[in-house]
């Protein structure tokens, strides 16, 4: 892409960069990313700035100095830590930088709480703006999920998205704001992913080139599904509605016994060169599966039969809570009507009557109710932090840290670092490849802001 075409981004709260990755696609280039989670920082680092050859070549890097670190354009740290450094915050505000990205944690926001030292997720957006004001970047995009459009209390005046709009409306030289709703799906990537994001175009450059907000909330839908004009500041949609790409696409390398076709989704993900990847080794990465116990997989197989029947697995929880007896007869009712045996996609059959199937669901019942099986023939569900939520269509078992990468959108040289998952009281400060995957921007999604960018700065 031609130097006219390229913007200079800073990317804050990075994770393991599918923001980053869609901007480079699309002709970024970073100056800073600051990433507060070594494992996901190792990830970005990787894929996006330079090979990590060794573990204690990493472990070197993560006790370097904040200077140090900074120059090298990736901070393995709190974004406080870069504030607290104001030759730092003159040296990137000298840099003239075109864009401040990324997703603060806003839960806890409040226009009114700026200061509240109690509440660090308060802290976290203010910090965010903070080096907006320091900086004036032209163009801020802001990124969180959609639940930021309810109020998170009752004594809450207005949402958190409301609010966090008027304070980058009021933040350093001033910005004009367009809040949109934004879905992955729209913009080419296999996965329902609806979130929200604040668009913010510094003032002066709104006003010399007479670019507006709509003042309200835009959502994004399919080409062929929109009744109007785009506004300025939201992103265009890429893909029509029989274009978009499902499981099957998405897997179609991937599935047993596959024929290996290749599809313009595949042929995507597969040309790492594209997506100005660091790492160039080839191959798929990350495309481990789990080892599952007898009975989990079971459990699995009984989900895919019960799928066949167009029936939710939430069933098995719902008969988890009764008396056996009461379950059995709810069950067996459930199932009288069905067409059996009932069989797994592979032919395997697991009941051949109404009451084999009763049975088999109250030997494998369970309180869990957030696991069902993904349908080939749709776009994924939104991708999460935890790996055993959803289970594969075809084989019994959930799916690798690639087939959720490939629902996101990242490209198969895309290398994700550091342990694969971990649990309990670990998943408050780890971040392994499966919360990599689940709490990062779709890069195809971060292509077309990317593109927006590029249209308004031009």
Same mark, same amino acid.
């Given at each position: 892409m031609s130097k006219s075409n390229t913007f200079s981004y800073i990317d804050l709260f990075a994770g393991c960069g599918g923001l980053s990755l869609g901007f480079e696609r699309s002709g970024g280039k970073l100056v800073l990313a600051v990433e507060r989670s070594p494992m996901a920082a190792?990830?970005?680092?990787?894929?996006?700035?330079?090979?990590?050859? =060794?573990?204690?070549e990493w472990d070197k890097y993560v006790n370097r100095s904040v200077s140090d670190q900074?120059? !090298?354009?990736? /901070?393995?740290?709190?974004?406080?830590?870069?504030? !607290?450094?104001?030759? /730092?915050?003159?040296e990137l505000a000298n840099l003239n930088i075109d864009v401040i990205a990324g997703g603060p944690p806003c839960q806890g926001f409040s226009l009114a709480g700026r200061r509240n030292p109690e509440d660090l997720r308060n802290q976290l957006p203010w910090q965010f703006l903070d080096l907006v004001s320091s900086v004036s970047p032209k163009v801020v995009v802001i990124e969180n999920v959609v639940g930021m459009r309810h109020k998170f209390s009752a004594d809450q005046t207005e949402p958190v998205f409301d609010q966090l709009q008027q304070a980058l409306r009021e933040t350093g030289a001033g910005y004009v704001v367009q809040g949109v709703e934004v879905n992955a799906m729209h913009y080419g990537a296999p996965q329902h992913r609806p979130r929200l994001m604040i668009i913010g175009l510094r003032a002066d450059i709104a006003s010399s080139k007479?670019?507006?907000? $709509?003042?309200? /909330?835009?959502k994004s839908d399919f080409l062929d599904n929109l009744t109007a004009a785009v506004p300025d500041l939201a992103p265009i949609p890429s893909v029509r509605a029989d274009q978009s790409p499902t499981l099957s696409d998405a897997l179609a390398d991937l599935l047993p016994d596959s024929p290996k076709l290749k599809n313009p989704f595949i042929e995507e993900v597969k040309n790492s060169s594209v997506w100005g990847l660091s790492n160039q080794s080839g191959g798929i990465k990350n495309h481990v599966k789990r080892n599952h116990t007898k009975q989990a997989i079971l459990r699995f197989e009984l989900y895919q039969a019960l799928a066949s029947f167009g029936l939710d697995a939430k069933i098995v929880s719902k008969a988890a809570v009764l008396p056996e007896n009461?379950?059995? =007869?709810? /069950?067996?009712?459930?199932?009288? =009507?069905?067409?059996?045996?009932?069989?797994?996609?592979?032919?395997?059959?697991?009941?051949?009557?109404? $009451?084999?199937?009763?049975d &088999?669901?109250?030997?494998?019942?369970?309180?869990?109710? =957030?696991?069902?099986?993904?349908? &080939?023939?749709k776009v994924a569900? $939104?991708?999460?932090?935890?790996? !055993?939520?959803?289970?594969?269509?075809?084989?019994?078992?959930?799916?690798t840290v690639r087939e959720l990468a490939r629902f996101q959108g990242f490209p198969d040289g895309f290398e994700f670092r550091a342990k694969e998952t971990t649990g309990g009281l670990n998943r408050r400060n780890e971040v392994p490849q499966y919360s990599q995957v689940g709490n990062a921007v779709s890069p195809f999604l971060a292509k077309s802001v990317g593109e927006l960018i590029n249209r308004l700065l031009k």
């Open positions: 190792e990830t970005f680092s990787h894929n996006l700035i330079a090979p990590v050859v =060794s573990t204690a900074v120059h !090298d354009g990736l /901070l393995v740290r709190e974004l406080k830590f870069l504030l !607290d450094e104001p030759s /730092l915050v003159t007479n670019l507006a907000s $709509t003042g309200n /909330l835009w009461q379950a059995k =007869s709810m /069950l067996q009712t459930k199932f009288g =009507s069905l067409a059996f045996p009932a069989k797994t996609p592979n032919g395997k059959t697991v009941a051949k009557t109404a $009451t084999e199937l009763a &088999l669901v109250w030997e494998l019942r369970t309180k869990k109710h =957030s696991q069902r099986v993904l349908p &080939l023939d569900r $939104t991708v999460v932090t935890i790996g !055993d939520d959803y289970v594969h269509p075809i084989e019994p078992r959930t799916f």
